[in-house]
Protein backbone atom coordinates (compact mmCIF):
# COMPACT_ATOMS: atom_id res chain seq x y z
CA UNK A 1 0.00 0.00 0.00
CA UNK A 2 2.73 2.36 0.88
CA UNK A 3 4.44 1.54 -2.82
CA UNK A 4 0.73 2.08 -4.55
CA UNK A 5 0.59 5.77 -2.69
CA UNK A 6 4.05 6.48 -3.55
CA UNK A 7 3.85 5.54 -7.26
CA UNK A 8 1.24 8.43 -6.96
CA UNK A 9 3.44 10.96 -6.22
CA UNK A 10 4.05 12.32 -10.08
CA UNK A 11 7.62 13.79 -8.93
CA UNK A 12 7.18 16.69 -11.34
CA UNK A 13 10.29 18.93 -12.04
CA UNK A 14 10.63 22.16 -10.14
CA UNK A 15 9.27 24.52 -13.30
CA UNK A 16 5.97 22.16 -13.69
CA UNK A 17 5.41 22.70 -9.67
CA UNK A 18 6.03 26.58 -10.02
CA UNK A 19 3.24 26.42 -12.85
CA UNK A 20 0.95 24.37 -11.71
CA UNK A 21 1.03 26.55 -7.94
CA UNK A 22 0.36 29.56 -10.23
CA UNK A 23 -2.40 27.69 -12.06
CA UNK A 24 -3.82 27.27 -8.75
CA UNK A 25 -3.63 30.82 -8.15
CA UNK A 26 -5.86 31.15 -11.12
CA UNK A 27 -7.92 28.68 -10.19
CA UNK A 28 -8.89 30.19 -6.83
CA UNK A 29 -9.92 33.58 -8.36
CA UNK A 30 -11.89 32.20 -11.24
CA UNK A 31 -13.89 30.19 -8.27
CA UNK A 32 -14.77 33.40 -6.23
CA UNK A 33 -16.06 34.75 -9.34
CA UNK A 34 -17.48 32.08 -11.46
CA UNK A 35 -21.08 31.01 -9.29
CA UNK A 36 -21.62 35.08 -8.67
CA UNK A 37 -21.26 36.61 -12.27
CA UNK A 38 -24.84 36.71 -13.12
CA UNK A 39 -26.35 37.44 -9.59
CA UNK A 40 -24.07 40.73 -9.43
CA UNK A 41 -24.93 41.89 -12.88
CA UNK A 42 -28.62 41.36 -12.36
CA UNK A 43 -29.08 41.92 -8.21
CA UNK A 44 -26.46 44.25 -7.78
CA UNK A 45 -26.24 46.31 -10.85
CA UNK A 46 -30.07 46.03 -12.04
CA UNK A 47 -29.14 44.47 -15.23
CA UNK A 48 -32.34 42.59 -16.40
CA UNK A 49 -31.79 38.71 -16.82
CA UNK A 50 -31.84 38.90 -20.48
CA UNK A 51 -29.35 41.71 -20.17
CA UNK A 52 -26.86 40.24 -17.64
CA UNK A 53 -27.04 36.63 -20.30
CA UNK A 54 -26.11 38.87 -23.09
CA UNK A 55 -23.30 40.45 -21.18
CA UNK A 56 -21.52 36.42 -20.15
CA UNK A 57 -22.52 35.32 -23.83
CA UNK A 58 -20.90 38.60 -25.07
CA UNK A 59 -17.74 37.66 -22.94
CA UNK A 60 -17.58 34.11 -23.94
CA UNK A 61 -18.22 35.07 -27.87
CA UNK A 62 -15.28 37.49 -27.48
CA UNK A 63 -13.17 34.81 -26.32
CA UNK A 64 -13.95 32.00 -29.60
CA UNK A 65 -13.23 35.43 -32.28
CA UNK A 66 -9.73 35.75 -30.37
CA UNK A 67 -8.59 32.34 -29.97
CA UNK A 68 -7.04 32.54 -33.34
CA UNK A 69 -5.16 35.67 -32.87
CA UNK A 70 -4.12 34.31 -29.30
CA UNK A 71 -3.21 30.75 -30.87
CA UNK A 72 -0.61 32.69 -33.33
CA UNK A 73 0.31 34.89 -30.92
CA UNK A 74 1.92 31.63 -29.19
CA UNK A 75 3.62 30.40 -31.78
CA UNK A 76 4.97 33.77 -32.59
CA UNK A 77 6.04 35.42 -29.39
CA UNK A 78 6.50 32.22 -27.14
CA UNK A 79 3.92 30.33 -24.62
CA UNK A 80 4.97 32.35 -21.16
CA UNK A 81 4.81 36.09 -22.54
CA UNK A 82 1.26 35.21 -24.15
CA UNK A 83 0.79 33.68 -20.98
CA UNK A 84 1.45 36.66 -19.37
CA UNK A 85 -0.29 39.44 -21.48
CA UNK A 86 -3.61 37.25 -21.45
CA UNK A 87 -3.25 37.67 -17.68
CA UNK A 88 -2.74 41.25 -17.46
CA UNK A 89 -5.85 41.49 -19.94
CA UNK A 90 -8.17 39.33 -17.54
CA UNK A 91 -7.13 41.44 -14.70
CA UNK A 92 -7.84 44.16 -15.70
CA UNK A 93 -11.60 42.70 -17.45
CA UNK A 94 -12.73 40.66 -14.57
CA UNK A 95 -11.23 43.65 -12.05
CA UNK A 96 -13.30 46.09 -14.42
CA UNK A 97 -16.20 44.17 -13.23
CA UNK A 98 -16.49 45.72 -9.65
CA UNK A 99 -16.73 49.61 -11.55
CA UNK A 100 -19.43 48.20 -13.90
CA UNK A 101 -22.67 50.60 -13.65
CA UNK A 102 -23.63 50.44 -17.35
CA UNK A 103 -24.55 48.13 -19.47
CA UNK A 104 -22.03 49.51 -21.67
CA UNK A 105 -19.80 49.27 -18.84
CA UNK A 106 -20.16 45.72 -18.82
CA UNK A 107 -19.78 44.98 -22.41
CA UNK A 108 -16.59 47.21 -22.54
CA UNK A 109 -14.39 45.45 -19.55
CA UNK A 110 -16.26 41.40 -20.99
CA UNK A 111 -13.84 42.35 -24.53
CA UNK A 112 -10.86 42.85 -22.12
CA UNK A 113 -11.56 39.83 -19.98
CA UNK A 114 -12.71 37.79 -23.49
CA UNK A 115 -9.23 38.75 -25.07
CA UNK A 116 -7.67 37.12 -21.96
CA UNK A 117 -9.43 34.39 -21.51
CA UNK A 118 -8.99 33.74 -25.66
CA UNK A 119 -5.32 33.50 -24.90
CA UNK A 120 -4.86 32.36 -21.20
CA UNK A 121 -5.53 28.48 -22.01
CA UNK A 122 -3.44 27.93 -25.60
CA UNK A 123 -0.81 29.79 -23.26
CA UNK A 124 -1.05 27.70 -20.32
CA UNK A 125 -1.54 24.24 -22.33
CA UNK A 126 1.61 25.02 -24.72
CA UNK A 127 3.78 26.13 -21.84
CA UNK A 128 2.84 23.14 -20.12
CA UNK A 129 3.82 21.12 -23.02
CA UNK A 130 6.97 22.90 -23.71
CA UNK A 131 8.21 22.29 -19.94
CA UNK A 132 7.38 18.31 -20.58
CA UNK A 133 8.84 18.13 -24.60
CA UNK A 134 9.98 14.56 -24.89
CA UNK A 135 9.15 13.32 -21.78
CA UNK A 136 6.29 11.62 -22.20
CA UNK A 137 5.11 9.80 -19.03
CA UNK A 138 5.95 12.76 -17.26
CA UNK A 139 3.51 15.15 -19.64
CA UNK A 140 0.65 12.78 -18.90
CA UNK A 141 1.25 13.14 -15.20
CA UNK A 142 1.52 16.62 -15.24
CA UNK A 143 -1.96 17.30 -17.14
CA UNK A 144 -3.17 15.37 -14.67
CA UNK A 145 -1.69 17.15 -11.65
CA UNK A 146 -3.37 20.07 -13.69
CA UNK A 147 -6.88 18.85 -13.50
CA UNK A 148 -6.79 17.88 -10.06
CA UNK A 149 -5.44 21.92 -9.37
CA UNK A 150 -8.49 23.43 -11.28
CA UNK A 151 -10.59 22.11 -9.79
CA UNK A 152 -8.92 22.37 -5.90
CA UNK A 153 -9.07 26.13 -6.85
CA UNK A 154 -12.24 26.46 -7.80
CA UNK A 155 -13.69 24.72 -4.85
CA UNK A 156 -11.53 26.61 -2.40
CA UNK A 157 -12.88 29.73 -4.48
CA UNK A 158 -16.07 28.75 -4.43
CA UNK A 159 -16.17 28.49 -0.37
CA UNK A 160 -14.56 31.92 -0.24
CA UNK A 161 -16.61 33.38 -2.73
CA UNK A 162 -19.63 32.49 -1.06
CA UNK A 163 -18.23 34.34 2.43
CA UNK A 164 -17.06 37.30 0.38
CA UNK A 165 -20.40 37.86 -1.75
CA UNK A 166 -22.40 37.74 1.86
CA UNK A 167 -20.95 41.75 2.00
CA UNK A 168 -19.37 42.98 -1.15
CA UNK A 169 -19.72 41.91 -4.77
CA UNK A 170 -16.82 44.36 -6.03
CA UNK A 171 -14.74 42.74 -3.67
CA UNK A 172 -14.86 39.25 -5.29
CA UNK A 173 -13.78 40.93 -8.54
CA UNK A 174 -10.69 42.46 -7.24
CA UNK A 175 -9.79 39.13 -5.76
CA UNK A 176 -9.90 37.62 -9.03
CA UNK A 177 -7.63 40.53 -10.60
CA UNK A 178 -5.40 39.74 -7.71
CA UNK A 179 -5.24 36.28 -8.38
CA UNK A 180 -4.09 36.79 -11.93
CA UNK A 181 -1.52 39.41 -11.15
CA UNK A 182 0.02 36.84 -8.42
CA UNK A 183 0.07 34.27 -11.40
CA UNK A 184 1.59 36.95 -13.16
CA UNK A 185 4.58 36.92 -10.88
CA UNK A 186 4.95 33.33 -10.58
CA UNK A 187 5.26 32.89 -14.36
CA UNK A 188 8.80 34.83 -14.00
CA UNK A 189 10.12 31.95 -12.06
CA UNK A 190 8.85 29.38 -14.97
CA UNK A 191 11.77 28.82 -17.90
CA UNK A 192 10.30 29.94 -21.46
CA UNK A 193 11.04 27.02 -23.79
CA UNK A 194 12.87 27.85 -26.66
CA UNK A 195 10.51 28.88 -29.82
CA UNK A 196 11.71 26.68 -33.06
CA UNK A 197 14.45 28.71 -35.49
CA UNK A 198 11.98 30.56 -37.25
CA UNK A 199 9.85 27.62 -39.15
CA UNK A 200 6.76 28.31 -36.87
CA UNK A 201 4.83 30.21 -39.51
CA UNK A 202 4.86 27.51 -41.89
CA UNK A 203 1.67 26.27 -43.28
CA UNK A 204 -0.45 28.41 -40.12
CA UNK A 205 -3.98 26.99 -39.47
CA UNK A 206 -3.61 25.50 -43.06
CA UNK A 207 -1.48 22.98 -41.71
CA UNK A 208 -3.48 22.61 -38.29
CA UNK A 209 -6.71 21.99 -40.70
CA UNK A 210 -5.09 19.33 -42.57
CA UNK A 211 -3.94 17.08 -39.88
CA UNK A 212 -7.55 14.75 -39.81
CA UNK A 213 -6.25 13.19 -36.49
CA UNK A 214 -6.33 16.63 -34.65
CA UNK A 215 -9.54 17.95 -36.49
CA UNK A 216 -11.84 14.71 -35.53
CA UNK A 217 -10.32 14.56 -31.93
CA UNK A 218 -11.44 18.53 -31.62
CA UNK A 219 -15.29 17.84 -33.63
CA UNK A 220 -15.88 15.17 -31.22
CA UNK A 221 -14.96 17.32 -28.23
CA UNK A 222 -17.28 19.72 -29.38
CA UNK A 223 -19.97 17.24 -28.96
CA UNK A 224 -18.34 15.81 -25.40
CA UNK A 225 -18.52 19.59 -24.03
CA UNK A 226 -22.18 20.34 -25.45
CA UNK A 227 -23.88 17.23 -24.41
CA UNK A 228 -21.54 16.36 -21.42
CA UNK A 229 -20.03 19.44 -19.27
CA UNK A 230 -22.19 22.02 -20.80
CA UNK A 231 -25.56 20.32 -19.12
CA UNK A 232 -23.40 20.05 -15.88
CA UNK A 233 -22.76 23.27 -15.54
CA UNK A 234 -25.93 25.21 -16.93
CA UNK A 235 -28.67 22.76 -17.14
CA UNK A 236 -28.67 20.55 -14.41
CA UNK A 237 -28.86 23.61 -11.53
CA UNK A 238 -31.72 24.94 -13.19
CA UNK A 239 -33.37 21.49 -13.72
CA UNK A 240 -32.89 20.65 -10.08
CA UNK A 241 -33.91 23.50 -8.64
CA UNK A 242 -37.44 24.12 -10.55
CA UNK A 243 -38.25 20.12 -11.47
CA UNK A 244 -36.91 18.97 -8.06
CA UNK A 245 -37.47 21.50 -5.76
CA UNK A 246 -33.58 21.08 -4.58
CA UNK A 247 -32.38 24.06 -2.80
CA UNK A 248 -29.46 26.25 -3.70
CA UNK A 249 -27.40 25.19 -0.72
CA UNK A 250 -28.15 21.64 -1.98
CA UNK A 251 -27.16 22.86 -5.29
CA UNK A 252 -23.62 23.68 -3.68
CA UNK A 253 -23.24 20.79 -1.63
CA UNK A 254 -23.82 18.26 -5.08
CA UNK A 255 -21.05 20.34 -7.00
CA UNK A 256 -18.74 20.50 -3.99
CA UNK A 257 -18.93 16.34 -4.82
CA UNK A 258 -18.30 16.38 -8.27
CA UNK A 259 -15.22 18.79 -7.32
CA UNK A 260 -14.00 16.79 -4.48
CA UNK A 261 -14.00 13.19 -6.65
CA UNK A 262 -12.07 14.62 -9.04
CA UNK A 263 -9.09 15.66 -6.58
CA UNK A 264 -9.48 12.54 -4.23
CA UNK A 265 -9.31 10.44 -7.71
CA UNK A 266 -7.66 12.46 -10.29
CA UNK A 267 -3.97 10.93 -9.61
CA UNK A 268 -4.93 7.02 -8.86
CA UNK A 269 -6.89 7.47 -12.32
CA UNK A 270 -4.62 8.69 -14.13
CA UNK A 271 -1.80 6.29 -13.08
CA UNK A 272 -4.52 3.50 -13.65
CA UNK A 273 -4.20 4.94 -17.50
CA UNK A 274 -0.71 4.48 -18.24
CA UNK A 275 -0.85 1.99 -20.78
CA UNK A 276 -3.99 1.58 -21.90
CA UNK A 277 -5.77 3.10 -24.86
CA UNK A 278 -7.00 6.85 -24.78
CA UNK A 279 -9.25 6.80 -27.06
CA UNK A 280 -11.44 3.27 -25.37
CA UNK A 281 -10.59 5.76 -21.50
CA UNK A 282 -12.95 8.58 -23.50
CA UNK A 283 -15.46 6.00 -24.92
CA UNK A 284 -15.90 4.87 -21.12
CA UNK A 285 -16.06 8.08 -20.11
CA UNK A 286 -18.81 8.82 -22.65
CA UNK A 287 -20.98 5.86 -21.26
CA UNK A 288 -20.23 7.13 -17.37
CA UNK A 289 -21.62 10.86 -18.30
CA UNK A 290 -24.69 9.09 -20.25
CA UNK A 291 -25.36 6.88 -16.89
CA UNK A 292 -25.18 10.08 -15.53
CA UNK A 293 -27.61 11.66 -17.29
CA UNK A 294 -30.22 8.67 -17.09
CA UNK A 295 -29.93 8.80 -13.49
CA UNK A 296 -30.96 13.00 -13.17
CA UNK A 297 -33.60 12.24 -15.44
CA UNK A 298 -35.03 9.14 -13.47
CA UNK A 299 -34.80 11.54 -10.47
CA UNK A 300 -36.01 14.42 -11.83
CA UNK A 301 -39.49 12.45 -13.02
CA UNK A 302 -39.53 10.85 -9.96
CA UNK A 303 -37.88 12.63 -6.85
CA UNK A 304 -38.16 15.85 -4.82
CA UNK A 305 -35.92 17.78 -2.56
CA UNK A 306 -34.01 15.75 -0.44
CA UNK A 307 -34.17 12.42 -1.71
CA UNK A 308 -33.52 14.42 -5.73
CA UNK A 309 -30.58 15.97 -4.31
CA UNK A 310 -28.88 12.39 -3.05
CA UNK A 311 -29.60 11.31 -6.47
CA UNK A 312 -28.36 13.94 -8.34
CA UNK A 313 -25.06 13.86 -5.78
CA UNK A 314 -24.58 10.33 -6.96
CA UNK A 315 -24.95 11.63 -10.85
CA UNK A 316 -22.42 14.19 -10.05
CA UNK A 317 -20.07 11.60 -8.54
CA UNK A 318 -20.25 9.32 -11.16
CA UNK A 319 -19.55 12.37 -13.92
CA UNK A 320 -16.66 13.32 -11.94
CA UNK A 321 -15.20 9.92 -12.34
CA UNK A 322 -15.38 10.20 -16.30
CA UNK A 323 -13.88 13.82 -15.90
CA UNK A 324 -10.83 12.19 -14.34
CA UNK A 325 -10.86 10.00 -17.60
CA UNK A 326 -10.34 13.12 -19.65
CA UNK A 327 -8.06 14.85 -17.84
CA UNK A 328 -5.14 12.45 -18.66
CA UNK A 329 -6.06 12.07 -21.96
CA UNK A 330 -7.11 15.19 -23.78
CA UNK A 331 -4.83 18.13 -23.08
CA UNK A 332 -1.42 15.47 -23.49
CA UNK A 333 -2.85 13.93 -26.64
CA UNK A 334 -3.31 17.88 -28.18
CA UNK A 335 -0.12 18.47 -26.98
CA UNK A 336 1.77 15.10 -28.45
CA UNK A 337 -0.51 15.81 -31.83
CA UNK A 338 0.85 19.13 -32.10
CA UNK A 339 4.83 19.79 -33.59
CA UNK A 340 6.44 22.70 -31.52
CA UNK A 341 5.98 25.37 -34.28
CA UNK A 342 2.35 25.07 -34.21
CA UNK A 343 1.29 24.30 -30.95
CA UNK A 344 0.22 27.45 -30.38
CA UNK A 345 -2.59 27.59 -32.69
CA UNK A 346 -3.36 23.71 -32.06
CA UNK A 347 -4.06 24.71 -28.30
CA UNK A 348 -6.03 27.66 -28.96
CA UNK A 349 -8.67 25.55 -31.61
CA UNK A 350 -8.65 22.95 -28.64
CA UNK A 351 -9.67 26.01 -26.44
CA UNK A 352 -12.30 26.76 -28.74
CA UNK A 353 -13.67 23.78 -29.20
CA UNK A 354 -14.66 23.55 -25.16
CA UNK A 355 -16.26 27.73 -26.03
CA UNK A 356 -18.08 26.11 -29.00
CA UNK A 357 -19.67 23.58 -26.56
CA UNK A 358 -20.32 25.56 -24.04
CA UNK A 359 -22.28 27.98 -26.62
CA UNK A 360 -24.32 25.13 -28.09
CA UNK A 361 -25.27 23.18 -24.77
CA UNK A 362 -26.68 25.56 -22.88
CA UNK A 363 -28.81 27.05 -26.15
CA UNK A 364 -30.06 23.62 -27.25
CA UNK A 365 -30.59 23.02 -23.42
CA UNK A 366 -32.44 25.71 -22.90
CA UNK A 367 -34.92 24.97 -26.03
CA UNK A 368 -35.57 21.62 -24.66
CA UNK A 369 -36.13 22.18 -21.02
CA UNK A 370 -38.67 24.60 -22.17
CA UNK A 371 -40.49 21.79 -24.25
CA UNK A 372 -40.17 18.88 -22.03
CA UNK A 373 -37.61 19.15 -19.45
CA UNK A 374 -37.10 15.35 -19.00
CA UNK A 375 -36.68 14.66 -22.30
CA UNK A 376 -33.04 16.31 -22.24
CA UNK A 377 -31.27 13.68 -20.42
CA UNK A 378 -31.78 10.68 -22.63
CA UNK A 379 -31.60 12.37 -25.14
CA UNK A 380 -28.14 13.95 -24.01
CA UNK A 381 -27.26 10.59 -23.05
CA UNK A 382 -28.22 8.95 -26.39
CA UNK A 383 -25.72 11.98 -27.98
CA UNK A 384 -23.23 11.12 -25.56
CA UNK A 385 -22.78 7.34 -26.43
CA UNK A 386 -22.85 7.83 -29.96
CA UNK A 387 -19.50 9.90 -29.23
CA UNK A 388 -18.23 7.03 -27.68
CA UNK A 389 -18.28 5.42 -30.94
CA UNK A 390 -16.85 8.18 -32.61
CA UNK A 391 -14.15 8.13 -30.34
CA UNK A 392 -13.15 4.15 -31.27
CA UNK A 393 -13.71 4.70 -34.40
CA UNK A 394 -11.54 7.86 -34.17
CA UNK A 395 -8.59 5.96 -33.29
CA UNK A 396 -7.79 4.83 -36.69
CA UNK A 397 -6.71 7.92 -37.89
CA UNK A 398 -4.42 8.49 -34.55
CA UNK A 399 -0.93 8.03 -35.17
CA UNK A 400 0.05 4.41 -33.48
CA UNK A 401 2.80 5.61 -31.35
CA UNK A 402 0.47 8.26 -29.93
CA UNK A 403 -2.88 6.05 -28.93
CA UNK A 404 -1.46 4.44 -25.98
CA UNK A 405 -1.19 6.89 -22.51
CA UNK A 406 2.43 6.35 -21.99
CA UNK A 407 3.96 4.35 -18.96
CA UNK A 408 6.21 6.71 -16.50
CA UNK A 409 8.91 5.22 -14.90
CA UNK A 410 10.41 5.17 -11.23
CA UNK A 411 13.88 6.54 -13.21
CA UNK A 412 12.06 8.88 -14.80
CA UNK A 413 9.75 10.13 -12.47
CA UNK A 414 12.95 10.82 -10.19
CA UNK A 415 14.72 13.13 -12.51
CA UNK A 416 13.93 16.60 -13.67
CA UNK A 417 13.06 17.34 -17.17
CA UNK A 418 15.89 16.92 -19.85
CA UNK A 419 16.36 18.94 -22.52
CA UNK A 420 14.28 22.11 -21.90
CA UNK A 421 15.96 24.91 -23.53
CA UNK A 422 14.61 28.40 -21.80
CA UNK A 423 14.61 31.77 -23.98
CA UNK A 424 16.39 34.09 -22.14
CA UNK A 425 13.77 36.77 -20.55
CA UNK A 426 12.98 40.34 -22.04
Known amino acids: MREYFRSLNPRLPRSVLILQAGGLLNAVGNGIVMP ?18 LVVAFLGMVGLAAGPVAGAAVDRIGARRSLTI ?14 VHEPWHAFAVSVLAGIG ?3 FWPGQSSLLAGLTEGQAGERHAAYAMQRVVMNLGIGVGGLIGGVVAGFSFELLFLLDAVSFLAF ?9 PALPAHEEAAGGYRAVFRDKAFVGFVLLNVVFVTAGIA ?49 KALAFMALLWAASWLLVGVAGWGLETGAAAIAFGFAVVVFAVGETLQGPVWGPLVADLSPPRLRGRYMALSTGSWGVGLVIGPAAAGAILSWRPLALWPLAAAVLVAAGGA ?15 PVRSPAAAAEPAAGIAARPSG
Open 117 to 119: NAG
Open 231 to 279: QLMQSLPVFAKNEASVTEGQIGVIFFANTLLIVLAQLPVAKLLEGRRRM
Open 86 to 99: SLAFMALGYGGLAL
Open 184 to 192: MVVLQLVPD
Open 391 to 405: ALALERVIPERLRVS
Open 36 to 53: FLFIYLHNERGFSLALAG
